[in-house]
């Protein structure tokens, strides 16, 4: 298919420039290494083509014949692929470090969720908002706690009764939900919500520690998103460490608590054992 035709048809058009270099060097021959590219196949899809030129020396025997360069292409678009793919989880893997460093470097709740949520932005770069809802021990009931990307108020005053069905989706059965569009979703009861604060996909998984839910990681994309394997991957990934510090935090703050309450009475003891000792005192006198 190629014979007759000039190489450079084939290639992008951002190539045409560098091929043109590469084609000056041959003719002064120079040594030219392997070279990288992309060529449109008959069929229209692009494949990436790895390059190996040689010189064809002129021949001056019985049929003379002119110089020439020979061209082996290549076909290395699977092994570009699962480079990129290898990429792509190195990349994920390290955000992922990242972020189970920030959310287990405090034992403050609330540093714990102002990161979680602000380094989900790294996660998946593109515009997102993001909530926790908790299972608050004073209530027993999923509590709204914090969100980012959308109006707060606006979202702490959204409280299904009772609670939605992907709610009760990744509450029963322990594992993530998405749903492509919750303006539109049959499932959606408030699309109203969602329409103000421009929330369209939605990816849920829920805060799971020791087998018990203790809240709900929930995602939103602005524009229509279908969530890939290995995002919700990640992401499930994500919330089993934000469960643990999450737990932890709690643990600690509870701990605090109980560490003032002790301390509280431990103080009112002091406080009666002096009052009655005073009028111990008083009385003998």
């Known amino acids: ?28 021959e120079e040594s030219v290494p392997s070279w990288e590219t992309k060529i449109q196949r008959r069929d229209g899809e692009a494949i990436v083509v790895e390059m190996t030129i040689s010189r064809i020396p002129a021949s001056a025997g019985t049929v003379p014949t002119l110089p020439g360069l020979r061209w082996i292409l290549r076909d290395v678009s699977r092994r570009k692929a699962a480079e990129e793919q290898v990429k792509a989880h190195l990349r994920h893997n390290s955000i992922l470090c990242d972020i189970n460093l920030a959310i287990t470097s405090s034992l403050n709740p609330k540093n714990v969720l102002d990161d979680l949520l602000d380094r989900l932005k790294i996660l998946f770069p593109y515009p997102v908002a993001s909530t926790v809802r908790l299972i608050l021990p004073e209530t027993n009931k999923l509590e709204h706690v914090v969100s980012l990307g959308l109006n707060d ?4 005053a959204h409280v ?28 959606t009861r408030s699309p109203d919500f969602y329409i103000r604060n421009g929330l369209v996909s939605y990816l849920g998984a829920p805060l799971n520690i020791q087998g018990k839910i203790i809240g ?11 969530f890939t394997k290995d995002e919700i991957g990640s992401f499930s990934a994500l919330t089993v460490q ?29 406080l ?14």
Do not use: M
């Open 160 to 187: 299904p009764a009772p609670a939605g069905r992907r709610t009760q989706e990744i509450l029963q059965k322990k594992r993530p939900v998405t749903a492509l569009n919750v303006q539109t979703d049959p499932q």
């Open 1 to 28: 298919f190629l014979i007759g035709k000039p190489l450079i048809i084939y290639l992008a058009g951002t190539d045409h420039v560098e091929f043109r270099c590469l084609l000056t060097r041959l003719y002064r």
């Open 216 to 226: 709900i990681l929930g995602l939103y994309t602005k524009t229509e998103h279908q």
């Open 153 to 156: 108020a606006d979202w702490q």
């Open 242 to 270: 934000a469960a643990i510090a999450i737990h932890n935090s709690q643990l600690y703050e509870q701990l605090q608590s109980q560490a003032n309450a002790l301390k509280k009475a431990g103080d009112e003891l002091e």
């Open 272 to 285: 009666r054992v002096q009052e009655r000792t005073s009028e111990l005192a008083k009385a003998n006198e």
